[in-house]
């Protein structure tokens, strides 16, 4: 998985991986991809639960509690909604069940004991309770930078581009040489400084133009790219961040093209087309929310 996501399954391609599938796996407001972790999702899914109809999987649990916990085990209620077809055929994990269920005593109550899910503030088992439970608690310590950033509207790639610029995954020419691949020392795009994330997309001249044409943007004082964005974030418009990012995403695309195909894309060229692109996915976005909010079928005129 992870080396298909860094490109390393094509044919004949000699992808880097540049983060490890775990760091792909934390959860998207903690600065990771919120890629789901194939074991732990399984376990939560099938441990319990039989997998055809919400109800308890009788034969797992047969297999590992005595009678007396059995029933109290069973007594923890379940969702009413089904589960979906397509998880019917995935085979019962051979790893054993999450020990996530206790005792709780109800002192002065006349009701009895009973068992309940801890990972749920109902006491519901539910899949997504015990996944998050298995991953660890993220829940209390949300990063606002990054909880702001996943929820900006910007379409998918541009998204996984911003993801990679902020982790530092972006295959610039230091990152390069620190896997050992020979590449020139400066930049590509001015030919002055050494190309790394902070100079191409912060003190480039080409960036720089491109700031200027934006307008408002502060490239003075800050010292790292996060620095830079994390400043941006705090000063502007949910709109003026999304244009940023999208300029961001394209001065790459410049980079790569002056490099690969020694096309030279001019400032104002990167700042039109970025904001295009970004209007048109975002026209076409709403108008298909808007579509299937309200569809339906209009006799055709006769
Ligand atoms: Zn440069």
């Known amino acids: 998985m992870n080396s298909f996501w860094w490109?390393?399954?094509?044919e004949r391609a000699r992808g880097i991986r540049w983060k490890s599938w775990e760091r792909l796996c934390v959860p998207k407001q903690h600065g990771g991809m919120g890629f789901r972790k194939i074991r732990e999702f399984n376990i939560a899914l099938l441990a319990l639960i039989n997998p055809i109809e919400p109800r308890w999987n009788d034969t797992l649990l047969n297999s590992l509690f005595?009678?007396?916990?059995?029933?109290?085990?069973?007594?923890?209620?379940?969702?009413?909604?089904?589960?979906?077809?397509?998880?019917?055929?995935i085979p019962l994990p051979d790893s054993k069940m999450p020990d996530k269920m206790i005792w709780m005593a109800l002192?002065?109550?006349?009701?009895?004991?009973?068992?309940?899910?801890?990972?749920?503030?109902?006491?519901?088992?539910?899949?997504?309770?015990?996944?998050?439970?298995?991953?660890?608690?993220?829940?209390?310590t949300q990063v606002p930078f990054w909880t702001k950033a996943w929820?900006?509207?910007l379409p998918p790639k541009i998204k996984a581009f911003f993801w990679q610029l902020c982790s530092n995954s972006l295959p610039t020419h230091d990152r390069l040489r620190t896997r050992n691949i020979q590449v020139p020392n400066v930049c590509q795009l001015c030919n002055t400084e050494e190309e790394f994330?902070?100079?191409?997309?912060?003190?480039?001249?080409?960036?720089?133009d491109c700031w200027n044409i934006l307008g408002g943007i502060n490239y003075h004082t800050s010292t790292s790219t996060l620095d830079w964005l994390e400043q941006i974030f705090t000063s502007k418009s949910d709109d003026d961040i999304c244009a940023l990012i999208s300029v961001c995403w394209k001065i790459?695309?410049?980079?790569?093209?002056?490099?690969?195909?020694?096309?030279?894309?001019?400032?104002?060229?990167?700042?039109?087309?970025?904001?295009n692109y970004l209007f048109e996915w975002s026209t076409v976005t709403t108008i298909t929310d808007r579509s299937l909010d309200h569809a339906h079928w209009i006799r055709p005129p006769s």
């Open 252 to 275: 790459w695309n410049a980079r790569n093209e002056k490099i690969w195909n020694h096309n030279i894309l001019p400032a104002s060229f990167i700042c039109h087309y970025a904001k």
């Open 66 to 89: 005595n009678h007396e916990d059995l029933i109290s085990i069973k007594s923890i209620p379940l969702p009413d909604s089904k589960m979906p077809d397509s998880i019917k055929s």
């Open 151 to 153: 929820k900006f509207m």
């Open 107 to 140: 002192p002065d109550s006349k009701m009895p004991d009973k068992m309940i899910w801890m990972e749920d503030m109902k006491g519901v088992y539910t899949v997504k309770s015990c996944y998050k439970s298995l991953m660890g608690n993220y829940q209390s």
């Open 7 to 10: 490109g390393c399954e094509r």
């Open 197 to 208: 994330s902070f100079h191409l997309f912060v003190c480039c001249p080409l960036a720089r």
